[in-house]
């Protein structure tokens, strides 16, 4: 059965395959097995290095530190898509997740809204230097929220656990969906269902090897008083300063954005 779901897409990991046998049979062999046995087949792949290790910070508390980025995977309707996601540090749970079809200002505030909506306000947010993260708009909306905005060096220290899992992304959610089945997705919405039904019953349950705990409850546990989310008036407030082009100047494309990429 491993050598069928190796072949049937190559890029599937021992550890990706220990979780479908896992779920298919109930039993399975050690990841170590699984990778002898597929080299045995020749049906092992090189695997690349991982990222480096800068520290092993971590915030103190959560709902501190939300670390955001961009990935770029994968073609929909003959479009790239790209993912755009924010990690609790302290928890590793996905505080937003959405796919867009562009890598602007537009996308990343419709990634970002909601998750502060039903998340709450964090202390700091820190990106990297892309142009949607360093565009004025993003600013003026963390400050509007009493938000921290830090950018990142060229060598960041912090952003290794986003890395990783976007690294987790790639390997157990978008290794399934493979060409045949992306063929068959016929809107942004129905990748993003998809994206949130893994997050919510793969990732999210899971626990998490460097912190011994389920990502979404050790959030819910390191927040025993949470602060209340910021009212709709206060959403608003900050995301029409943000993108007045957008919401007040050219309110018919934004409209086709939300409808087309909802």
């Known amino acids: 059965m491993a050598a069928g779901l190796k072949r049937e897409n190559p890029d599937r990991t021992a550890a990706q395959m220990v979780r479908i046998l896992r779920a298919q049979s109930g039993w399975v062999p050690s990841e170590r097995t699984l990778q ?26 959560c709902n501190e530190l939300w670390v955001g980025d961009i990935l770029h995977r994968p073609v929909i309707t003959g479009r790239k898509a790209y993912l755009f996601a924010f990690l609790d540090d302290r ?60 950018h990142s060096r060229p060598q960041p220290e ?34 993003n269902r998809l994206a949130t ?14 912190t011994g705990a389920p990502p979404l409850r050790r959030w819910r546990d390191g927040i025993p008083d949470p602060l209340p989310p910021p009212t709709p008036a206060q959403l608003r407030e900050a995301f029409f300063a943000a993108l007045p082009a957008c919401i007040t100047g050219n309110h018919a494309h934004h409209t086709a954005v939300e409808g087309g990429e909802a």
């Open 91 to 150: 928890s590793r749970a996905v505080m937003a997740a959405r796919f867009g079809f562009a890598e602007d200002a537009v996308r990343l505030a419709a990634a970002l809204r909601p998750a502060l909506a039903s998340r709450g306000v964090p202390e700091s947010i820190y990106v990297d230097n892309g142009s949607s993260f360093v565009d004025s708009w993003l600013l003026r909306a963390c400050a509007t929220l009493g938000i921290k905005l830090v």
């Open 197 to 210: 039904a893994w997050i919510e019953t793969v990732y999210h349950p899971a626990v998490h090897s460097e």
């Open 158 to 191: 912090g952003r290794g656990k986003i890395e990783r899992r976007f690294r987790t992304v790639r390997d157990q959610f978008l290794v399934e969906i493979t060409d045949q089945v992306t063929a068959r997705i016929e809107s942004l919405a129905e990748l």
């Open 36 to 61: 002898r046995h597929f080299r045995h087949l020749e049906l092992d792949r090189d695997v690349p290095a991982n990222s480096p290790v800068f520290g092993r910070f971590e915030a103190d508390r």
